[in-house]
């Protein structure tokens, strides 16, 4: 139930509200090779199937999945393998034990022909290449994002990892098991991390990524700037946020002549109505007034200066000088002089 709760969170995240396109996943999982010097090879967990083939004695061949308490039941055997958390070699010494019981010096076959009890590592949201991945052994955050070619331009500062079930095999990692919110059967484990703490290599801000967690770097919230500026755009607001007099230099500053008094239009909390705020350049550079600080999706408009009625007047005046010149040019004949 939990599971399938966090499924409908996670197709509303992707698909509700998207502003910038994100390129497609990749089909399949890619893996993450077994590294010996880190693991010891697959481990065997709940739902993974076992094929054990024994040469000469076709009556003692089967094919078991392991159940969710970790056990292999053995046709032949009244005593299941305790198959939690084994590799394929510690299997096949105590299938050895068992078939031993049967079989003089027994030569056979143990393969995992399927492994269901890891699924693959999700990663999405602002980075270079969305992908699953299938983890073969231990994996960092760092090391996944990564494998997903490192986030975008785009991506805010904080990336958010959901636990979608109880590890297993951890190896004795006592922060394996995340809790969700008390009493909630539905909330999914999650916790959320800053880039700069990830960009540091700080060790609280690098967990151990474990089968079926999902990964979402998330995405910076935009700003919209526009009048007399030098290019009307967006941008993102990143970690630590953005400034007005910060935003206004980034998209070339105030063309000559804007008003130095801007206005700001900023949603109203859990409103589609904007109020606005009024900020005004020469006071902030003078340290009159704050810097404020944008929040997600502010408008900032730059007003040009108002002319005043005699300067209105001689614009006009030069204007309409002008046109009358032209008129008279190209209207009349053409004298040539000798």
Excluded at 3 to 11: D, E, H, L, Q
Excluded at 134 to 163: D, H, I, N, P, Y
Excluded at 293 to 315: F, H, N
Aim: proline share 7%; net charge neutral; hydrophobic share 40%.
């Amino acid at each position: 139930m939990r599971f399938v709760s966090f499924c409908a969170a996670i197709i509303a995240f992707a698909f509700g509200g998207a502003v910038f396109a994100q390129p497609p996943a990749q089909q399949g999982s890619v893996p993450i090779p077994v590294d010996m010097d880190k693991a010891h090879g697959y481990q065997v967990g709940p739902g993974d199937e076992i094929t054990v083939k024994v040469v000469g004695e076709a009556d003692f061949d089967f094919v078991g999945r392991v159940n969710e308490d970790g056990k292999l039941d053995v046709p032949f055997d009244e005593k299941p393998l305790d198959a939690r958390c084994k590799t394929e070699r510690e299997l096949r010494s105590e299938m050895k034990v068992v078939l031993a019981r049967y079989l003089r010096n027994p030569q056979f076959n143990l393969r995992v022909t399927e492994q269901n009890s890891r699924p693959p590592v999700t990663i999405y949201g602002e980075v270079n290449n969305p992908q699953p991945v299938k983890l073969l052994r231990k994996a960092s955050l760092v090391e996944l994002l990564a494998t997903s070619g490192g986030v975008k331009e785009e991506a805010g500062g904080m990336v958010q990892v959901f636990r979608t079930q109880t590890p297993i095999c951890t190896d004795g990692d006592a922060d394996a098991n995340w809790t969700g919110v008390a009493g909630d059967p539905t909330d999914v484990p999650s916790r959320l991390f800053t880039l700069t703490d990830i960009r540091a290599n700080k060790p609280e801000a690098n967990p151990i990524i474990y089968p079926g967690d999902v990964i979402i770097v998330q995405k910076a919230s935009p700003v919209y700037i526009t009048g007399e500026v030098g290019a009307s755009q967006g941008l993102y607001l990143k970690e630590g946020g953005t400034t007005l007099t910060e935003a206004i230099a980034k998209v070339g500053g105030v063309r000559e002549g804007a008003k130095k008094d801007i206005k700001i239009y900023r949603l109203k909390p859990n409103s589609k109505e904007r109020e606005i705020i009024a900020a005004n350049l020469t006071m902030i550079k003078s340290g009159q007034q704050k810097d404020p600080l944008l929040q997600p999706y502010d408008i900032i408009e730059v007003d040009k200066t108002k002319d005043s009625m005699g300067l209105a007047i001689l614009k006009f005046a030069i204007g309409a000088a002008k046109t009358t010149a032209t008129t008279m040019v190209t209207s009349g004949g053409t004298r040539i002089l000798y």
